[in-house]
């Protein structure tokens, strides 16, 4: 295993923990006799007033003498300082799971009143060093939120499937209000489905006509065979064109506001069709290939044999992948709350038909760098009026990937301030106000 990939193998649990990482490429060696140290200990602070208000737990802790890491096994036992892990366990819960890195624990979704936490700090071979039990009460925070909810909506929300061509159906959100001002179309990223849109669709919902759908491989869509259907993001693109026309939407009045893995497929599709939207709205992507820019395990994805380390890590860890990866870089401060709705539908759509999302994005993945190369060589084609926004926060794709394509284009990139990586889930209102000014802009052409 070359450097490279022993590095990127070694920094994969900044996105998801795998299953275990071979002690001797991620840990140093022995540098002291393990009787000679102290003992490991385990602090934990009390959780954050702020995020309990509104119901999330955000615990940070401390460990002396022992280095949380995502090693197991003897041979990491031998290591000194002494690495380790901590288990978890909250309340009467069936089972326990592993915390193997020094971010904060994060829980969502507690019932209002008393839970118990127990924290142990555990060696490499799970043999408990020490331990914290945490008392919490969760207060009920339904009329604290009561202000953040949608406006009423004279439109209804239609989930359903559509027959976006022979052989593949999608899962769609619509809604429709009497006299819509033009039509939105959102589109998601990994590890997303269409539900992540439904504040910013019931924000918009009074005003235009909003559309949303999982891409193939995510949701509740059609996950065709890799041998069928290669989950490119020129593949993605034909999709998006298809779904347009299946849809019957005026391109002239749409605007489309595509993140992550659904922006590359939408700027490719405006290439070829200049007039596929009247404007696109893109943001936390990867436009070009630039590796600098993106997290390390992203970067892993996108060659061998580190793609298939990556790729089977994150379907070893569906779990804390739908639990962490969209808050992952924010401050406790800054921490929000997905909506239940939604974490049982990322939850009961991860694998169908044989095939998984971490399956799709890694084919995805594959495709990747042609694809941007493509864009970047046919940037001159792109006439399709842009609007380009980055999380100032976002860890997996720096915001300097998106100035540099802004600058290319000639336009301005909008850093959001405090946000992360999903700008329309942290603040579904200003993703709205966003859609509104692109309306308000002048049509034509660039």
């Known amino acids: ?151 009423a909506t004279e439109s209804t929300m239609k989930i359903e499937t559509i027959q976006a061509r022979p052989g593949l159906q999608l899962r769609r959100m619509v809604l429709r209000p009497p006299q819509p001002k033009g039509t939105v179309l959102l589109l998601h990223g990994f590890p997303e489905t269409l539900y992540a849109w439904k504040e910013v669709a019931e924000a918009l919902s009074r005003e235009y006509e909003v559309h949303a759908f999982d891409w193939p491989g995510f949701g509740q869509s059609q996950r065709p065979a890799a041998s069928q259907f290669a989950y490119a993001p020129a593949d993605y693109a034909a999709v998006l064109q298809d779904y347009i026309r299946a849809s019957r939407i005026d391109s002239a009045s749409l605007v489309i506001y595509a993140t992550d893995i659904g922006a590359l497929p939408a700027l490719l599709a405006a290439v070829e069709q200049p007039a596929i939207a009247r404007h696109i709205i893109v943001g936390d992507f990867a436009p070009f290939n630039r590796p600098q820019y993106m997290f390390d395990s992203l970067q892993g994805l996108k060659s061998q044999p580190s793609a298939s380390v990556v790729h089977a890590a994150m379907n070893s860890n569906r779990d804390e992948i739908l639990e962490n990866a969209f808050r992952r870089g924010l401050q406790p401060g800054e921490q929000y709350e997905l909506q239940g709705e939604y974490k049982q539908d990322l939850a009961a759509g991860w694998r169908r038909e044989g095939l998984t999302p971490a399956d799709a994005f890694y084919h995805y993945y594959s495709h990747f760098t042609r694809d941007q190369d493509y864009l970047e060589a046919n940037l001159a084609r792109l006439k399709t009026p842009v609007t380009v926004l980055w999380g100032e926060k976002d860890i997996y794709i720096k915001k300097e990937m998106g100035a540099e394509f802004a600058e290319k284009i000639g336009v301005r990139q909008t850093v959001l301030p405090g946000m992360g990586h999903y700008p329309h889930l942290q603040d579904p209102k200003q993703a709205a106000d966003h859609i509104r000014a692109a309306f308000a802009a002048p049509p034509a052409l660039r």
Request: glycine share 6%; hydrophobic share 45%; aromatic share 4%.
């Open 1 to 151: 295993m070359s450097t490279l990939h022993r590095t990127l193998f070694a920094s994969l649990l900044s996105l998801l923990p795998p299953g275990g990482v071979l002690a001797q490429d991620a840990s140093p060696p022995p540098v002291l006799p393990l009787a000679a140290e102290p003992l490991p200990k385990l602090t934990v602070y009390p959780p954050v007033p702020e995020a309990l208000a509104r119901g999330v737990v955000i615990l940070q802790f401390r460990t002396d003498h022992l280095r949380v890491m995502p090693v197991f096994g003897a041979k990491a036992a031998e290591v000194s300082p002494h690495l380790g892990h901590l288990h978890i366990t909250v309340d009467s819960w069936p089972g326990t799971w592993a915390h193997t890195s020094n971010d904060p624990l994060i829980l969502v979704g507690l019932t209002p009143g008393p839970h118990k936490i127990l924290m142990e700090l555990a060696d490499p071979n799970h043999k408990i060093v020490g331990s914290e039990t945490v008392r919490v009460t969760v207060p009920d925070s339904k009329a604290a939120h009561a202000h953040h909810a949608p406006p």
